[in-house]
């Protein structure tokens, strides 16, 4: 079964402060996701990755940025934290046609 | 563009009623379309996925959908509604793409489902 593995659930930092959230998957995937959840806006694709060291910008970048070292763990930065980055993160990895498999998401206030 | 409108963000049934959440998508190819259910406190889990090959999708947890062309619509339905299927619901569209098959996924603003007893 497909693990995908956030380093923590919650998380509290303060404003212009670094922010690492990390996010490892089992299964080989060449794909790996960050979204931003918030109420009433669904899921939003902060980047993407399909290559170890290659990535793409998804709909809403600003603020984020992201490293994929190895093909298993992809990290997504907040270089200098903000309140309005205050949200629900989540990670997936999927491959080809398979279905992105999600992560159980970090939930991070920046105070 | 691709995207997803789905209406209705709070769905109240009661227990052993008909669930229906709508989905309506716009797409400019032949999309794939999902449907993830979100649990408090967890991640997303897959429901069922829409790929062109029939166009009525079972899912797990007695959930299917029927994707309509002419509506452009994938709404999902349950035909009795369990205490256990309260949760959030987002509908997803995707276009195949070259690079990256159908990863790229365009979420709705989901539909909080909630069961009366």
Redesign the interface.
């Known amino acids: 079964d497909v693990k995908?593995t956030q380093s923590s659930?919650y998380l509290v930092k303060r404003t212009g402060e670094k922010v690492f959230l990390e996010c490892v998957q089992d299964m080989d995937h060449e794909?790996m996701?960050w979204?931003r959840q918030d109420p009433?806006?669904?899921?939003?694709?902060i980047y993407?990755s399909?290559d170890v060291k290659m990535k793409e910008k998804g709909d809403i970048p600003e603020g984020y940025s992201v490293s994929r070292e190895k093909k298993e763990r992809f990290s997504l930065i907040l270089e200098s934290a903000s309140t309005n980055q205050t949200s629900m993160y989540?990670c997936?990895s999927?491959?080809?046609?398979q279905?992105?498999?999600?992560?159980?998401?970090t939930r991070l206030s920046i105070l | 563009a691709q995207s997803v409108t789905q209406l209705g963000s709070h769905v109240s049934v009661s227990e052993g009623a008909l669930v229906l959440l709508r989905c309506n998508y716009s797409s400019s190819v032949p999309p794939y379309l999902f449907w993830y259910v979100q649990y408090p406190n967890q991640g997303l889990q897959l429901l069922l996925k829409y790929t062109s090959a029939a166009t009525l999708v079972k899912g797990i947890n007695g959930f299917e959908a029927e994707f309509k062309k002419s509506e452009t619509s994938f709404h999902l339905t349950k035909p009795s509604a369990h205490m256990s299927d309260a949760a959030e619901y987002f509908c997803a569209v995707s276009e195949e793409e070259a690079n990256f098959g159908n990863e790229k996924l365009t979420f709705g603003t989901g539909t909080r489902l909630t069961i009366i007893p």
């Open positions: 995908v659930r794909n996701f979204y009433g806006l669904g899921l939003r694709l993407f399909y989540l997936a999927g491959a080809g046609a279905p992105q498999h999600f992560g159980d998401g």
